[in-house]
């Protein structure tokens, strides 16, 4: 796993976007450590790929949060719609993030992306937090070479880290396959 | 999902459509602590889970236990326990596009402990599911095999070593 590119916000943004992602890697993984200034104890992100705004995203999830019992629900659309991780907001306990971790297998492939979401937003306290998984799915032929995450109707605040990493499969000469 | 660097071991995109992949010789020497295992999957045929047998074993010696958002109702969890990991319970890989696994053995090269596997399935059309799964041995895993009824062209199978 290389580092493509971190991110420190030392001001606050109202997104991030990871673009001209190098297409040598085999996988891509992108982990947030954030903070919306939203007053809730919680934002929703927004996931969009190469700057595509249509109707192609759909996610499934199961989450276990502050509101009640675990849940699971399924979205389709616009990433508008399918907004569903969360991170951690300012009306949450002060100096906490949330945490959110991306894998992204075969981006440079032609085929529909598949990718995978955890996440978490623990705040100390009993009642606001949330952590769920994720299915996504990016229906595209093209190879995603660009990533913008951008918490609902606020800023990323200062202190924020963005990270992209890319995986690169290969052989070590030693294990076989078969 | 740590962010320590993978060392590539190997990798199969496969040709054509089959019906068990298999890693060997897997160092145990200690070079590296654990391993992940990421696949991208398509199946032929009917669905079917997606199996993980280590070192040959075909004892009844795996279990797991898991929870799965399907999208709709109440989330089922449970136990499955049998002669291999079971990757996914409800999800499986899809006869169009692909689904994704990742997969990490704990201190895969340890000879004290019973190995412990973490493992997050995703298909946005069918479920995310995430599970713990035992292997109870304290042999060294040098070997993992993958088996479906068949795997289509297409899909991906990379190992990687993480060192400690």
Known sequence: MKLIESKTLGTAVSGVEFTSIPQTFTDLVLQVSGRSSTGSSRADIFLTINGDTGSNYSIRRLIGFDSGSVQSYAESGTPTQTNLISITGNGATADTFGNLGFYFPNYTSTTTKSFSVDNTAENNSSSAYIMGIFAGRYTTSSAITSIKIEPQSSNFMTGSILSLYGVLKGSDGIVTTS | ?164
Do not use: C
């Open chain 2, 1 to 164: 999902m740590p962010t320590a660097t993978y060392t590539p071991l190997a990798t199969v995109t496969l040709a054509s459509a089959t019906g068990t992949v298999t890693f060997s010789n897997i160092p145990t020497s200690g070079t590296y602590r654990d391993l992940i295992l990421i696949i991208t999957a398509q199946r032929t045929g009917s669905p079917v889970n997606v199996g993980m047998r280590f070192n040959g074993d075909s004892g009844s010696n795996y279990s797991s236990v898991f929870m799965t958002g399907t999208g709709s109702g109440t989330p089922p969890s449970g136990t499955v326990s049998g002669t291999n990991v079971q990757l996914d319970v409800y999800p499986y890989p899809p006869s169009s596009g692909f689904n994704n696994y990742i997969v990490q053995i704990m201190d895969y090269a340890a000879t004290d402990k019973h190995k412990s596997v973490l493992v997050r399935v995703n298909d946005a059309g069918n479920a995310t599911e995430a599970s713990a799964a035992r292997w109870a041995s304290t042999a060294a895993v040098n070997s993992l095999a993958l088996t479906l009824s068949n795997f289509n062209t297409g899909s991906t199978f990379s190992l990687y070593g993480v060192i400690a």
